[in-house]
């Protein structure tokens, strides 16, 4: 069932969702001994450098090295450059983690779109060895101003995909435009999914999200 939740600054959203990861992440390693946390780009990444760190301090179940950490969408480029979402976590948020930190599944971007796509999908399925599908416990989703969520924009081919976790763009409408991206089937199965969304400009598109899901 949707639940939405409403904050009035970033600073706000920030704690909770901190706070909310935290608390899941206690749950799970409390339960089943690890943790299982897909992660969006874009404005999270700010949003968890400044939240994360201090809110696991005070959450020692919560302990990072039993997490297991896989990103939902991926640009292709260098790890250092600017796009890379991989590159910005690790910067930014996972050095700022006691050591040792999560287990952290990657997209090679040297590989190309499809050997890449086929190379995480492959991560995935020897991370979570016995359903057909992964189950996340928890994933945390971006949406951007033309509800595009993960690299899954409107309209595109990949929205049909029913049978790979993992798709490939060339083409994206947002650059750049080679990305790798989990699939429906993949988000669908997850335990839990927050769809996060800052900014006014996000408001509009969220409004008709919402409303698309409880209508």
């Given amino acids: 069932m949707a639940a939405v939740s409403v904050f009035p600054s970033q600073r706000e959203l920030g ?3 901190a706070r909310l990861v935290t608390e899941a992440a206690a749950e799970a390693v409390a339960s089943s001994g690890r943790f299982t946390l897909g992660l969006s780009g874009g404005s999270l990444v700010a949003l968890l450098a400044r939240e994360l760190p201090p809110a696991l301090s005070a959450a020692p179940g919560a302990d990072p090295s039993r997490w297991l950490v896989a990103f ?3 640009r292709l480029v260098p790890p250092e450059h600017p796009e890379s979402t991989g590159g910005a976590y690790r910067s ?5 983690l006691p050591s040792p930190g999560p287990q952290v599944l990657s997209v090679s971007p040297e590989l190309g779109p ?4 086929r190379d995480y999908e492959e991560q995935l399925r020897k991370a979570f060895p016995g359903p057909a599908v992964p189950q996340f416990d928890l994933l945390l989703l971006g949406l951007g101003p033309d509800g595009h969520t993960c690299s899954l924009f409107p309209g595109h081919a990949l929205l049909q995909e029913q049978h790979s976790l993992v798709g490939f763009l060339e083409d994206s409408p947002k650059p750049p435009p080679r990305r ?10 997850a335990r839990r999914v927050l769809l996060v969304a800052a900014g006014a400009s996000k408001a509009p598109v969220l409004k008709g999200e919402i409303l698309g899901v409880l209508g």
């Fill in 15 to 17: 704690a909770a969702l």
């Fill in 72 to 74: 939902c969408d991926e």
């Fill in 92 to 96: 930014q948020v996972f050095s700022q």
């Fill in 114 to 117: 499809a050997a890449a796509a």
């Fill in 180 to 189: 790798v991206t989990m699939t429906l089937p993949l988000l669908n199965s």
